[in-house]
């Protein structure tokens, strides 16, 4: 029996009993399959990286369906006679790109490339699906196409551009800054125009049901064969483990799944009767194995249940719901209390059960009763769900049905932290309640449930405020999350305010908003002067990128007896290591060695990284110094093994007498815990606080504040393959920001000269400064493994393991005092910054000058600081993207809300009147601040509001805030300085024979462009020759990968500048190959074409490879970025949502090298910068272990979550002699513009508090208030009151009683 499907078209035939069942699609097709561009990011259906598309045919129907699954979570069994397409399968290089790559590379919609891939197949599913149904593909259906597909470079704003071009209503002009010259002639999409379509040949096999009785798999075609096969199985209980499967999207969630190997895997899909959808007089009955996607597209066509079929397409993300089924989530809350929306809104509705027991026969039972029942055994089988048409309830009222759910996603591919439904049975005329269905669930219950106490409280009942405030009082009594849920508070202040807004909607019927579309504008000044140095040239290598066939380092085909591993780390964060075991002390499947500091060589050393003279340890040694810290790799003979293994072992630790660890900063400070900071790291403080106090009208002393963490969340995870080489030489591929450092270190670690290391980089998917010291470990232990069993070992992080041993952002705690005039002039600020460095240094010691540099941004009259790194048992903590810096702005806008609440005066008013001016600024930054005409930022201030029309949208919104109870909305505007330093940086230009040209820097591209300028420069330094056209020029040019023993002292890719960097070092070989060129040109008699004169350089033997070395020496080292950014948000106060409404940003960017890419630059730092101050909860437990770590828990933002207008306008600030070409740094200045929205957000919340105070009767001084980072749904609930529909409802009846 076989296995038979396509892949692109290609025939893939396998035996059924050779294939562990067990085995995903993604597993086959990056392991088994040359098709690479499905990407492997999360493993858990969370990121869409990994999305094909799945085509079947209907021999009945004669057609073929196509839709989108994640291949993560789809088993490979379960594609019998399938076709899967991939990105590539749709266009290649080869066969020519699919106009959907071309767009993406055409609309600068991919930066590091890794989730283009999996972009482009949910674009082009989209697109099939309204081809298919002959409806209109439309801007609305555009933007929800990739909704649950996650980015973290561009900021979504060029993807969603990239898949509007696509709509039929869309006017193309409105569309963003692209490089399609003719606009107009973008050409439809034809759902025909792509390399590989259905083949014939799935076609012609009649699909069998599979049961041999021997096989692991079957595919039962009927329930009576089902039947049979699960008595078969339940006779031999105890030695046959039996999985039914339907989707198998549930393995996302429950990942033990993942790992576990069933005896007998039972496909439910293949019974035709259980994926049918029935529609009779009494309701309709859904086949329990239909999918989420077909039920809701049943229900949108029966108009009662429209609302059913809306809350459905928030469950998940469409590549999931196009494979998971209806009953597999009603089993896995029913089994397992998964938080299903399913559940709650299914009983709400009065769905009922239909269940095929072994034991009991067919019983049909009420959802409720589904769910109170003990868990469903395994043999039990869900046959269908039924859903009564509601009006046979009804008597004499009409019906009234709603869902809520409320999650940190509007568009889904969130669990809730509630969902709730209700279906009521009012008149509407006299208000009277005659019957009522509530349901909540997801708040941390073990299932959905029906709130009867309030339920027949209400029944009855006339609508009255009294009547509603006694059932929503009731109501928090019942709706009560369990122990260890969290956010308690929030989740019944949740389930209070959906009820109150169903009924009182009822008494007063508001309009629902729906979340508003997505627009945008970019006002971006092109310049010539340097031409093609400035072109917004798209990047390069973005359809490469799109169509998946670049080559990341976990995409270079595994060497021969290749071997995977996968870390062990610690769970105690100081413990003394005993000893390494497995569960059941049995080797697991596949292990080949488990390595450690004893494998480290005996002349090399136990270092997982090395910079200057810091280092520190690879593996743990005796002791343990931090939770997450690496212990050891299991090396195994594929990546599951070694990941499974990781997972099984278990590691004997001992604590006693070993002192209490340092889980904060105060117990680090208490027990002088300290890294010391070299004094020329330590930055300068400015003026005499004590006299600037002095001159005070106002002292705030001692405030608090606290920040914490935020994760890279690169697409791509840690990766490394080490290869060893002749003669003790090796090999390593690393996906990593400082390949010189990770060679010094993997050398010093095996104990070789650093001639027999080399490091290739060629493009990593994702760094934001996760990849520079944190690569390093991961590179040093594959070399590690290598050398000592001789053989490739390869390591690709899982992305949970990732999360916890990588580490992210510096918590810290600031402690100020600041003293300012009545008129909101500051004179003086104190800091006191304690940083948690964790318990290795790294490049910790960035972080005060970063900190302070962008703090900054004000002039605080004179400023002091005392900063302490403190060194803590918590894992190390890395730079990431604007390290310091986003903390530095964001401490200064908390003190300037301080100051501004306590006047009180408008935050924007202390804002401009503690603008620098040119004096205060060269004061404050010396040598950084250059010249006079070169500070921008108080005239950008002023542009920015007027082309923000800022001043009249804040009486708007004050106008808004008048008239609305349950929404409030905050504006605000926020500068921004960012300091950055150049560095010395290498690069090599070498002209080919045929007159191709090939460039080599230290640089790595990591998304943010940094070839694609390159490119540019070479070619307008080499044009300078004059020889033929720019253009051909730009075409000859190819980037190579980094090979730390081609080109040395490639430095580190960070900071900002190394694309500059590159740049100017790629300027000057060509300056060299010009010079040695020239006399050529000049001998020959007329023009000659640059094909010519390289053949006659050859002829001559004139060098034609200049490398230079690029040093700032020469130039300054530092500069200032600039840029203004206002924020309007809407805060909805039932839930504590905040919608970015509008966003405007104004950045200098002097002469842009390319203004594509920095403007990608700048909206993707942005939107990073927004889940920094408003999404991810880097949530640890009290040892410090990362407990949110997984796309479940943690939250990036996504499509839906950025701002609705987003309109950025670069300012072309001019020529600068000393910069490179004039231009300046665009990679991390633009995040710290995120903090406008968080500042907005608190704009919102003092309306919202005013309003509580005037419900409560409160009068007397307003209290100030902090809004934490991130202000997370939650947190702005708390905010602005958890208590809200009760004072509101107390308060109205106290008005009413007065009247
Ligand atoms: C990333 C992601 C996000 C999600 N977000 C949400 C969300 O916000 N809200 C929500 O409600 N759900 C959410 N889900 C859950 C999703 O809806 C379920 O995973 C899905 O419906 C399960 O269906 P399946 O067919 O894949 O089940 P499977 O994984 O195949 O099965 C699930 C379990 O049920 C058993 N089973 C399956 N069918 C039957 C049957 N007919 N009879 C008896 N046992 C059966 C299986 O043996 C297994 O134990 C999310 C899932 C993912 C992956
Ligand atoms: S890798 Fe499959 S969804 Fe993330
Ligand atoms: S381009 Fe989307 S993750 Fe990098």
């Not at 209907?58 to 291949?71: A, R």
């Not at 390399?195 to 699909?207: A, M, R, S, Y």
């Not at 200098?1148 to 909206?1163: M, R, T």
């Not at 406008?1236 to 608190?1242: I, N």
């Amino acid at each position: 029996m076989s296995l038979v499907f396509a892949i692109n078209g290609q025939r893939f035939e396998l035996e059924l009993s050779s294939v562990d069942p067990s085995t995903t699609l993604l597993e086959f097709l990056r392991y088994q399959t040359p098709f690479k561009s499905v990407k492997l990011s999360c493993g858990e259906g969370g990121c869409g990286a990994c999305v094909v598309l799945l085509s079947k045919y209907d021999p009945i129907l004669k057609n073929v369906e196509g839709f989108t699954v994640s291949s993560c979570l789809t088993l490979l069994c379960s594609v019998n006679h399938c076709s899967i397409t991939t990105s590539e399968g749709l266009g290649n290089s080869r066969d020519g790109f699919h106009s959907i790559h071309n767009r993406f590379s055409g609309f600068h919609a991919s930066q590091c490339g890794f989730c283009t891939p999996g972009m482009s197949v949910s674009l082009f599913s989209a697109l099939l699906d309204s081809t298919s149904s002959s409806s209109e593909f439309t801007v609305v259906e555009a933007e929800k196409a990739v909704s649950g597909n996650l980015c973290r470079c561009t900021g979504y704003r060029p993807i969603i551009d990239a898949c509007k071009s696509f709509a039929s209503d869309v006017d193309i002009e409105d569309l963003g800054f692209n490089s399609f010259c003719k606009k107009t002639s973008l050409p439809r999409f034809d759902s025909e125009k792509r390399v590989c379509t259905f083949p014939e040949f799935l076609k012609d096999d009649e699909i069998k049901s599979t049961d041999s009785g021997t096989l692991k798999w079957c595919s039962p075609g009927s329930v009576e064969e089902l039947q049979i096969i699960l008595g078969a199985c339940k006779a031999n209980s105890d030695v046959v483990s039996v999985k039914l499967v339907a989707g198998n999207t549930s393995t996302g969630y429950y990942k033990d799944e993942k790992e576990r190997n069933y005896d007998r895997y039972v496909d439910l899909t293949r019974i035709a009767e259980m994926r049918e959808i029935r529609e009779s007089h009494n309701g309709v009955e859904i086949g329990a194995v239909a999918t989420i996607s077909k039920v809701i597209a049943a229900l949108k066509e029966i108009h009662m249940f429209g609302k059913l079929a809306a809350h459905m397409e928030k469950i998940a993300a469409r590549f999931i719901r196009n494979f998971a089924s209806i009953g597999g989530n009603l089993v896995m809350a029913q089994r397992k209390h998964f938080p299903s929306d399913m559940a709650t809104i299914l009983l709400a509705a009065g769905a009922s059960v239909n269940i095929m027991s072994l034991s009991r026969g067919l019983e049909k039972v009420t959802l409720e009763q589904f769910l109170q029942g003990p868990p469903l055994d395994v043999y039990d089988l869900v046959l269908s769900i039924e859903i009564p048409f509601w009006h046979h309830e009804a008597s004499s009222g009409d019906l009234v049905f709603e869902t809520y759910r409320a999650a940190p996603r509007p568009l889904g591919s969130a669990l809730a932290y509630l969902n709730a439904a209700f279906l009521a049975e009012v008149n509407l005329d006299t208000k009277e309640i005659v019957n009522c269905r509530l349901a909540f669930g997801a708040y941390g219950t073990k299932h959905a449930i029906r709130c009867k106490e309030v339920e027949e409280f209400l029944s009855g009942k006339l609508l009255t405020d009294n009547v509603l405030y006694e059932a929503i009082t009731l109501l928090g009594k019942i709706v009560k999350p369990q122990e260890g849920t969290s956010n308690p508070a929030y989740r019944s202040s949740l389930a209070q305010g959906f009820l109150f807004n169903f009924f009182h909607s009822l008494e007063k019927p508001g309009h629902h908003l729906d979340q508003p579309m997505l627009s945008s504008s970019q006002h971006v000044p092109i310049d010539k002067e340097f031409y093609p140095v400035g072109d917004p040239a798209t990047k390069s290598g973005a359809s490469l990128q799109a169509s998946g066939e670049a080559v990341y380092v976990d995409d270079i085909p595994a060497p021969t007896n290749c071997l995977y591993g996968a870390f062990i780390y610690s769970t105690k964060p100081s413990a003394k290591i005993k000893g390494i075991r497995f569960k059941d002390n049995s080797v697991p499947d596949g292990v080949v060695a488990v390595i450690s500091c004893e494998d480290v060589p005996k002349s090399g050393k136990n270092v997982g990284f090395k910079f200057a003279s810091f280092s520190e340890p690879l593996f743990a040694d005796e002791l343990t110094l931090h939770v997450g810290q690496c212990i050891a790799l299991v090396v195994a003979d594929t990546q599951r093994h070694a990941d499974t293994a990781a997972n099984l072992a278990v590691v004997d630790y001992e604590t006693e007498d070993m002192e209490p660890p340092i889980l904060s900063v105060e117990e680090a400070v208490n027990k002088s815990s300290l890294f010391e900071i070299y004094p020329f790291l330590y930055p300068q403080q400015v003026g005499d606080t004590l006299k600037g106090m002095s001159e005070a009208d106002h002292r705030i002393l001692s405030s608090q504040i606290r920040l914490g963490s935020q994760y890279f969340f690169y697409m791509e995870t840690q990766t490394a393959l080490a290869v060893p080489d002749e003669d003790n030489s090796i090999v390593v591929y690393s996906s990593c920001q400082i390949p010189q450092y990770v060679h010094s270190t993997v050398a010093t670690c095996l104990g070789i000269p650093e001639n027999k290391v080399r490091i290739i980089t060629r493009r990593v998917g994702g760094g934001f400064g996760g990849k520079a010291v944190k690569a390093m470990p991961v590179a040093a232990a594959c070399a590690v493994a290598a050398n000592k069993l001789q053989r490739p070992v390869r390591t690709y992080v899982n992305r949970k393991t990732d999360m916890i041993m990588t580490g992210g952002r510096h918590p810290m705690k600031i402690t100020y005092s600041v003293g300012f005039k009545s008129t909101g002039k500051i004179t003086a600020l104190e800091l006191e910054i304690l940083i948690d460095a964790g318990a290795t240094l790294g490049l910790s010691m960035l972080m005060p000058s970063n900190i302070i540099g962008a703090l900054k941004k004000y002039n605080w009259g004179a400023l002091s600081f005392d900063i302490k790194l403190c060194k803590t048992n918590l894992v190390s903590k890395a730079i990431m993207r604007a390290p310091g810096d986003v903390q530095g702005t964001y401490i200064a806008e908390a003190i300037i809300e301080n100051v501004a609440s306590s006047l009180p005066l408008e935050a924007d008013t202390i804002r401009n009147i503690n603008l620098h001016t040119y004096e205060s600024l060269a004061l404050f930054y010396k040598d950084a601040a250059g010249e006079p005409h070169e500070y921008t930022l108080s005239s950008m201030w002023d542009k920015l509001a007027v082309s923000s029309n800022f001043e009249e949208r804040v009486s708007i919104v004050r106008v808004f805030n008048e008239f609305n109870i349950w929404r409030k909305r905050g504006i605000s505007r926020v500068p921004i300085i960012y300091p950055v330093s150049m560095f010395a940086t290498p690069g090599r230009v070498s002209v080919l024979s045929d007159g191709t040209i090939v460039v080599e820097v230290g640089g790595i591209e990591l998304g943010q462009g940094l070839w694609t300028k390159v490119k540019q420069m070479t070619s307008y330094a080499l044009g300078l020759l004059k020889c033929g056209a720019t253009e051909e020029l730009l075409d000859k040019i190819r980037v190579v990968q980094s090979d730390t023993l081609s080109m040395v002292q490639g430095n580190f890719t960070g900071g900002s500048t190394t694309s500059e960097g590159s740049c100017a070092a790629v300027r000057l070989c060509c300056e060299t190959l010009v010079k040695r060129l020239k006399p050529l040109m000049e001998k020959s008699d007329g023009p000659i074409s640059w094909n010519k004169l390289i053949s006659q350089a050859y002829a001559q033997s004139v060098n034609l490879s200049a490398s230079d070395l690029y040093t700032p020496e020469e130039k300054p080292t530092k500069y200032l970025n600039y840029g203004v950014a206002v924020s309007e948000v809407e805060v909805d106060l039932l839930t504590g949502h905040t919608t970015v409404l509008q966003t405007d940003i104004l950045y200098d960017s002097g002469k842009s090298l390319n203004p594509a890419v920095d403007l990608g630059q700048i909206e993707g730092a942005f939107v990073q910068g927004l889940g920094f101050f408003m999404l991810e909860e880097y949530i640890t437990d009290s040892e410090g272990l990362l407990v949110t770590h997984s796309t479940w828990t943690y939250k990036i933002p996504t499509v839906d979550t950025i701002p609705r207008q987003f309109n950025v306008e670069m300012l072309n600030s001019g020529r600068h002699e000393m910069r490179v070409l004039s231009s300046k740094a665009s990679g991390e200045p633009p995040l710290l513009l995120a903090g406008s929205v968080h500042c907005a957000t608190r704009e919102a919340i003092k309306e919202a508090r005013k309003q509580l105070r005037m419900w409560k009767g409160e009068d007397g001084p307003r209290l100030m208030f902090q809004l934490p980072v991130p202000a997370s749904m939650p947190v702005v609930k708390e905010l602005c009151g958890l208590d809200i529909v009760e004072s509101y409802l107390e308060w109205k009846s106290l008005v009413n009683s007065s009247l």
